[in-house]
């Protein structure tokens, strides 16, 4: 079992940046893939990112150029850079671990992560 904490949400400006963190519990997370999801009110749980256990990092179109996912496995956590935000990305933002495996085309997939933190509120101001 893997346990996933988020921190680091809140309220900001148009234009400004937040860092969230997950930090995971229960076993190392070196061989799994760490994403982020989000979710807005009514709307459908997206993909934002992942930190691939290989290092490498995926991004939804929407996010490039504006956030950076990194990991540090020494600390068991995984960090989500969020800059110059839009009102548009309001949203709870979860973290995610699935086992490594899948192949790139699959991680935009929630399908393939077994555990799930509770989420941080980000919201974004006009």
């Known amino acids: 079992q893997v346990q996933l904490v988020e921190s680091g949400g809140g309220l900001v400006q148009a234009g400004g940046s937040l860092r969230l963190s997950c930090a995971a519990s229960?076993?190392?997370?070196?061989?799994?893939?760490l994403g982020w999801f989000r979710q807005a009110p009514g709307k459908e749980r997206e993909f934002v990112a992942t930190?691939?256990?290989?290092?490498?990092?995926y991004y939804a179109d929407f996010v490039k150029g504006r956030f950076t996912t990194s990991r540090d496995n020494a600390k068991n956590t995984v960090y989500l850079q969020m800059n110059s935000l839009k009102p548009e990305d309001t949203a709870i933002y979860h973290c995610?671990?699935?086992?490594?495996?899948?192949?790139?085309?699959?991680?935009?997939?929630?399908?393939?992560?077994?555990?799930w933190g509770q989420g941080a509120q980000v919201t974004v101001s006009s």
């Open positions: 930190s691939h256990w290989t290092g490498h990092s």
């Open positions: 995610a671990a699935g086992l490594r495996g899948p192949g790139s085309s699959e991680l935009q997939s929630s399908k393939v992560y077994a555990y």
């Open positions: 229960g076993r190392t997370v070196t061989d799994y893939n």
